[in-house]
T-cell receptor, first 111, second 117 residues
Framework: QKEVEQDPGPLSVPEGAIVSLNCTYS??????FMWYRQYSRKGPELLMY????GNKEDGRFTAQVDKSSKYISLFIRDSQPSDSATYLC???????????FGAGTRLFVKA | EAGVTQFPSHSVIEKGQTVTLRCDPI?????LYWYRRVMGKEIKFLLH????????ESGMPNNRFLAERTGGTYSTLKVQPAELEDSGVYFC???????????????FGPGTRLTVL
């Protein structure tokens, strides 16, 4: 079983839609949960970061963590064409430095 | 403020040749990381420097890979000799420190796309 499972998509939605991106993980030692956005030919950029189970909101973005189910989600409200990118879930351990990435989901938001 | 820069942006080499990738972190960042993404796979951690010291090199695939960070500034990643399976995108990231850690945001460079023929 892979440590992180993420549907690669692509996911295509109309402008203004609510987007739901998800990852499951198997390693219960993961304590930090992140979402990165990566535009074509660019490096990943940290979008959201959470430590505990629950929700964290930042503008149009909401990150949700359910440790009991080992499931994390990213919701994008009022999606815009500029949100078209690859979204990567990522994890790390307490006291650790390396980041473990999912495969990434390609999102296309159509105007 | 300049971001993380990587050079070259693309490199195409023959199997058996040597390639050196360079990363310039954000000024003042003590922590420097190398990651790579091979075709169709996830981005994988290679190693982590704190200043000039290797903190964690558990992700280095084999002894054909050598990373250095002289003087705690820029870093180089040398692949010698290159094999076909080394093809992929090599990312460098940096974070402020002093010792990295989970709350220390890593800023990624645009990557070097390496193709081994």
């Amino acid at each position: 079983q892979k440590e992180v499972e993420q549907d690669p998509g692509p996911l295509s939605v109309p402008e203004g839609a609510i987007v739901s991106l998800n990852c499951t993980y198997s390693n219960s030692a993961f304590q930090y949960f992140m979402w990165y956005r990566q535009y074509s030919r660019k490096g990943p950029e940290l979008l959201m970061y959470t430590y505990s189970s629950g929700n964290k909101e930042d503008g149009r973005f909401t990150a949700q963590v359910d440790k009991s189910s080992k499931y994390i989600s990213l919701f994008i409200r009022d999606s815009q064409p500029s949100d078209s990118a690859t979204y990567l879930c990522a994890f790390s351990y307490t006291g650790g430095f390396k980041t473990i990435f999912g495969a990434g989901t390609r999102l296309f938001v159509k105007a | 403020e300049a971001g993380v820069t990587q050079f070259p942006s693309h490199s195409v080499i023959e199997k058996g040749q040597t390639v050196t990738l360079r990363c310039d972190p954000i000024s003042g960042h003590d922590n420097l990381y190398w990651y790579r993404r091979v075709m169709g796979k996830e981005i994988k951690f290679l190693l982590h420097f704190v200043k000039e010291s290797k903190q964690d090199e558990s992700g280095m695939p084999n002894n054909r890979f050598l990373a250095e960070r002289t003087g705690g500034t820029y870093s180089t990643l040398k692949v010698q000799p290159a094999e076909l399976e080394d093809s992929g995108v090599y990312f460098c990231a940096s974070s402020q420190g002093p010792s990295g850690g989970n709350t220390d945001t890593q800023y990624f460079g645009p990557g070097t796309r390496l193709t081994v023929l």
